[in-house]
């Protein structure tokens, strides 16, 4: 698919806890993640993907250490807490209710 579909304010929150609930992982490779995952469909660029992952930090859902890359390049990897788990299951039920109203909203009435 050409176009990548902008992203609803929120859902890169919860992609990148759903992202980091698999392991600890940079930036770069959380973009990769989530682009690879969703198919090419979904696409974060670093300007959007960085100020997220700052804010998630300073509400405590995600920490973050400087380790050595598999091509020797230090870069900060975030990893989920605790906080982030329970803030990830709040962000699913939401995001699932969501999809079923939409769906209702788009299915017509037989």
């Known amino acids: ?3 990548t579909i902008e992203l609803l ?4 929150d ?14 770069h490779g959380i973009s990769v993640a989530i682009r690879a995952t969703s198919q090419d469909v979904l696409k ?13 930090r300073e509400q405590g859902w995600i920490k973050a250490e400087w380790k050595m890359t598999e091509n020797k390049q230090h870069a900060r ?20 209710q969501m999809v079923e109203a ?9």
């Open 44 to 56: 974060v660029e670093h300007g959007s993907l960085y100020p997220v992952l700052h804010r998630l």
């Open 102 to 110: 939409i769906a209702r909203f788009m299915t017509p009435a037989r």
């Open 1 to 3: 698919m050409a176009d």
């Open 77 to 96: 990897y975030y990893r989920l807490t605790r906080k982030g788990k329970k803030r990830l299951a709040v962000e699913e039920t939401r995001w699932n």
């Open 9 to 12: 304010q929120g859902t890169l």
């Open 14 to 27: 919860m992609l990148i806890l759903r992202t980091l609930q698999w392991g600890p992982q940079h930036g």
